[in-house]
């Protein structure tokens, strides 16, 4: 689960994320597409509609190895 803090609000920087985002994963072991197709019905299951954009947009911030508390705020504001 997600841990809000109070200044959650105006800081989307300022959230506890579970433990195990702390793991490191080498994405270079992941398949590509099956990892694009995952991410891409979990914003349809999400969001009830499917964002192409929003997706490719997921998936390239995890190729670029960004934390998970990035990837949190940088959709954090599109997902209000």
């Known amino acids: 689960n997600i841990i809000v803090n109070k200044k959650m609000d105006t ?5 506890i994320l ?5 793991n490191k994963i080498n994405v270079s072991n992941v398949n590509s597409e099956v990892l694009k ?3 891409n019905q979990r914003i349809k299951e999400i ?3 499917e964002d192409e954009s929003l997706s490719l ?6 190729l670029n190895k960004e934390s998970p508390k ?4 940088y959709i954090f504001n ?3």
């Open 18 to 22: 579970p433990k195990i985002f702390l």
């Open 37 to 39: 197709f995952w991410i």
């Open 70 to 73: 990035k990837l949190y705020a």
């Open 11 to 15: 800081d989307p920087y300022n959230v």
């Open 78 to 80: 599109y997902l209000e």
């Open 47 to 49: 969001l009830k509609v």
């Open 57 to 62: 947009y997921i998936y390239n911030i995890l």
